[in-house]
T-cell receptor, first 110, second 115 residues
Framework: NAGVTQTPKFQVLKTGQSMTLQCAQD?????MYWYRQDPGMGLRLIYY???????DKGEVPNGYNVSRLNKREFSLRLESAAPSQTSVYFC?????????FGQGTRLTVV | DQQVKQNSPSLSVQEGRISILNCDYT??????FLWYKKYPAEGPTFLIS?????DKNEDGRFTVFLNKSAKHLSLHIVPSQPGDSAVYFC??????????????FGKGTLLTVNP
């Protein structure tokens, strides 16, 4: 049972490049989330999906788009990466009001 | 506006002593509270939670206390062990319109337990 799996684990992008962070969960959870963690800022919610087919903005959505491909998968896309998007990104799924997190993707934009 | 606040960025304690991590919240709609533990290069992992209908929840060495009138919760670790050294995040959950729940996190407290 893998839980929440994120790919890639590390990525370096040049300013203006695009990329998609992938997330999949095998726990049959309805809700999925994308957070970013920055030093001194804690975990901030970017986007979430309460169920398959729905997505909503979180606290810091600017510069990102998401796709809830099916119940298992929730991807995060950076269309034109900026240095301010250098961060560690965590995907999570939620069951009974408890979130389960992936291992994270460390993204550096140069 | 920060709805969940952990005002101590770091805490250092001796092995075997008690660690007390504090958290304050401002949103009265929060009705479920959680603590997560995070080691470097790993995702946060669930530690313990408490519903707003309770004032205490205990799980082994970990106890969470909730003071609703003060909008304050704390995590007690007794006795503290070096393996407890990690960043601890406080999180709060409440209805986000309709029937959706989402977690709001504090900035975290780095706990260091010295041997």
């Amino acid at each position: 049972n893998a839980g929440v799996t994120q790919t890639p684990k590390f990525q370096v992008l040049k300013t203006g490049q695009s990329m998609t962070l992938q997330c999949a969960q095998d726990m049959n959870h309805n809700s999925m989330y994308w957070y970013r963690q920055d030093p001194g800022m804690g975990l901030r919610l970017i986007y979430y999906s309460a169920s398959e087919g729905t997505t909503d903005k979180g606290e810091v959505p600017n510069g990102y788009n998401v796709s809830r491909l099916n119940k298992r998968e929730f991807s995060l896309r950076l269309e034109s990466a900026a240095p301010s998007q250098t961060s560690v990104y965590f995907c999570a799924s939620n069951q009974d009001r408890r979130a389960f997190f992936g291992q994270g993707t460390r993204l550096t934009v140069v | 506006d920060q709805q969940v606040k952990q005002n101590s960025p770091s805490l250092s304690v001796q092995e075997g002593r008690i660690s007390i991590l504090n958290c304050d919240y401002t949103n009265s709609m929060f009705d479920y509270f959680l603590w997560y533990k995070k080691y470097p290069a790993e995702g946060p992992t669930f530690l313990i939670s408490i519903s707003s209908i309770k004032d205490k929840n205990e799980d082994g060495r970990f106890t969470v206390f909730l003071n609703k009138s003060a909008k304050h919760l704390s995590l007690h670790i007794v006795p503290s062990q070096p393996g407890d050294s990690a960043v601890y995040f406080c999180a709060a959950s409440g209805l986000n319109g309709g029937s959706n729940y989402k977690l709001t996190f504090g900035k975290g407290t780095l706990l260091t337990v010295n041997p």
